[in-house]
């Protein structure tokens, strides 16, 4: 038997022979299955390759958001095995064709951009070049904008937007391509100022600036109807591009601007019962008008998303809570074998095309195309709103407060293979095995705003943080001019935490870090690093750098055994500091109070990616459950400092 999965008075829970469950399902992971399942581009050696295609795009980006809320390798290795089928080792793309200019396919280059900056293998990046040689070529009209492809002459889509733009501006921000900002900002200013209609403030689906094809109007240019969908890639787009737009671009507050009037164009048609929005939105209750899921899942994505960045006002969370529940109410359903079947998902809505089927944008052409379920660009902006939706659950946590990472201590410097010169080593950016993209990610989903400090301790750079991180301190073999600790930095951090701040010290072993300067610091705290290399590890023999934890640890409270390997074990010198974790008699993390503030330290970086991303460590080590934990216990440590 079927059942469906409702929003009731037991809030988001199993509804089955009457009977309600408490424990809501795990819609991500439930969706992610689904996905995984039914989409592999080529479930077997022998089978077809699925065409390189947009609708991939829209899951991967999905399993990508999950593996960094999780940890869970599984979701990052299913899209890397699913692209390494087109991308041979010279960046060619199977099925791909460079010479159509079709937006859609440039969408994928955000996966592949991921896999470059994880993997650091150099096919992904020759692939991502690709695309974007297709986007220096793409055809444009007079006013500067994207064709959507070869064939369609002159028009744009608000479809493009998204298939096009968020990789542009990943790509710009990556290889410091500032001026494909103005281009990437004229793309979104230019739909808006043409394809909005200034009463409703919706956008309609196409415009064709020349007025030739028959869809468009002859003296807007403009397409007849706001089909949902195409609104739904649209502000995805928008607060999607924002993530790598430069702060300090002239254009970002116009953007942002826009984004808003989206946001109350949106909500302005929501449909007040369900909370869903229509297929076509223009025309709400309309005879064989219906709700539809892909555009409502999208546009919960974006308001939830943009509240969350602080780009529009906190209330849109309403709207967009009310349209997850609808969502869930209407198009999500469980069979008994608790697999995931999402409905009401239109298959595809275009303009123009062949004149044997020619789409003609009229309300009677949006209501023949066929209504489907499991459709992967419905799956796919399901799982992205649903991601962004757990997060509201811990996002109050941090309060806004900063994280910040010292990069003076910490300041090695590396040329990439893709020439660029970066500091790296620990640092929140960096998303292959030596970066604390996981780490920096994590507490941004606990609310907490991350930055990096390359100057030196004192009260002006300690100021505004709720945490200071310091790890690994520089050794000349690393870095041939590092900065070490000194007294008078070791007083300006003592007398920080003293008033309130939140110290966490992650060094590394003997020969890989500074521990007789940064013991200048610690000794004030009570305790100092040994200098030492304990808890070594052979080859891959990983359970020798295993570290079981009590079921009552004060900090670790969810996990049971961790992995930390070559690290400096920690003397206690003072009463107040309490051990963490400890293994075979040695200290390996302590807690000291400092008059109002708190200090954790451990004798290794630990929470970098290569050690929380799932892809390496067997999983009976639970470090990426240990530095949630970790988390959890700083935003209880965190005080406002006066």
């Known amino acids: 038997m079927n059942f469906i999965v409702k929003s009731s008075f037991c ?7 009457g009977h309600c469950f408490a424990q809501e399902p795990d819609y991500a992971k439930l969706t992610a299955e689904t996905i995984m399942e039914n989409f592999n581009p080529r479930p077997s050696p022998d089978a077809k390759l699925t065409q390189w295609n947009y609708t991939q795009g829209v899951m991967w980006t999905g399993l990508d958001q999950l593996w960094m809320a999780t940890g869970n390798g599984n979701y990052f290795n299913f899209v890397k095995n699913a692209i390494d089928n087109y991308i041979d080792d010279n960046g060619n793309i199977k099925t791909y064709q460079l010479k159509d200019d079709k937006l859609d396919d440039v969408l994928n280059g955000r996966n592949l951009l991921t896999l470059y900056k994880v993997t650091q293998k150099e096919k992904y990046l020759k692939a991502a070049k690709v695309l974007r040689s297709q986007l220096a070529q793409q055809p444009r ?23 096009a733009e968020p990789f542009y501006a990943a790509y710009a921000k990556i290889f410091n391509e500032e001026k494909d900002f103005d281009d990437i900002a004229h793309q979104f200013l230019l739909v808006n100022k043409y394809m909005r209609d200034a009463k409703t403030g ?3 689906h196409g415009w064709d600036d020349t007025k030739k094809e028959k869809w468009a109007d002859k003296s807007t240019g403009l397409s007849k109807n706001f089909w949902a969908r195409a609104m739904g890639w649209y502000g995805m787009a928008l607060v999607d591009v924002l993530d790598d737009f430069p702060l300090d671009h002239p254009e970002r507050k116009q953007l942002i601007k826009v984004l808003s009037q989206f946001a109350a164009a949106i909500k302005n048609v929501q449909d007040p019962q369900s909370g869903l929005w229509w297929d076509v939105l223009n025309y709400p209750n309309r005879k064989g008008n219906y709700l539809e899921a892909s555009a409502s899942a999208m546009f919960v994505y974006t308001l939830a998303k943009a509240v969350r960045k602080g780009y ?11 349209g997850y529940s609808g969502i869930l109410s209407h198009f999500v359903h469980l069979d008994k074998d608790g697999k995931l079947r999402l409905s009401g998902t239109v298959s595809v809505s275009g303009l123009g095309g062949s004149p044997n089927h020619y789409r003609d944008g009229s309300y009677a052409y949006y209501m023949r195309e066929k209504v489907v379920d499991n459709d992967p660009k419905g799956l796919g902006a399901f799982l992205q709103a649903t991601n962004e939706m757990n997060l509201l659950s811990s996002l109050a946590e941090g309060k806004a407060k900063t994280v910040l990472l010292d990069s003076y201590f910490n300041n090695e410097v590396i040329t990439d293979k893709a020439g660029l010169k970066h500091a790296y080593h620990y640092k929140w950016e960096e998303e292959d095995n030596n970066g604390y993209s996981f780490f920096g990610a994590a507490f941004k989903r606990f609310g907490f705003n991350i930055a990096t400090s390359y100057a ?29 600790m000194t007294e008078q930095y ?17 060094n590394n072993d003997s020969g890989n870090a500074d521990i007789k300067h940064l013991n200048i610091l610690t000794q004030m705290l009570g305790f100092t690093f040994k200098e030492d290399s304990y808890n070594k590890v052979k080859g891959r023999e990983f359970k020798m750098g295993g570290i079981d934890i009590s079921a009552d640890n004060p900090i670790f409270k969810s996990v049971s055994k ?17 051990k963490v974790l400890t293994k075979n008699g040695q ?18 970086p630990w929470f970098y990616n290569e050690y929380t991303n799932g892809l390496k460590l067997p999983a009976s080590f639970q470090n990426y459950g240990a530095m949630q934990d970790l988390i959890k216990w700083l935003t209880l440590q965190t005080k406002t400092i006066k």
Do not use: C
Not at 11 to 17: A, I, R, Y
Not at 499 to 504: E, I, M, Q, S
Not at 562 to 578: A, D, H, M, P
Not at 587 to 602: D, H, L
């Open 11 to 17: 809030s988001l829970v199993f509804l089955m022979v």
């Open 141 to 163: 009209n007079k006013e500067g904008g994207f064709w959507h492809k070869r064939i369609y002459t002159n028009q744009m889509w608000l479809d493009g937007l998204y298939m």
């Open 202 to 204: 919706l956008l309609y």
């Open 312 to 322: 529009i006002k906190a209330p849109y969370i309403t709207v967009a809570k009310k």
């Open 456 to 484: 030196a301790p004192s009260k002006r750079v300690l100021k505004d943080a709720a945490v200071y991180i310091i790890v690994d301190a520089d050794i000349p073999t690393e870095n041939p001019d590092p900065e070490y």
């Open 490 to 506: 070791a007083h300006t951090i003592l007398d920080w935490v003293k008033k309130g701040g939140v110290l966490l010290i992650m």
């Open 562 to 578: 961790v992995y930390i390997k070559e690290l400096s074990t920690i003397q206690i010198n003072n009463n107040s500091v309490e």
């Open 587 to 604: 200290n390996i993390a302590v807690v000291a109070p400092i008059g109002k503030g708190t200090v954790f330290a451990v004798g290794d």
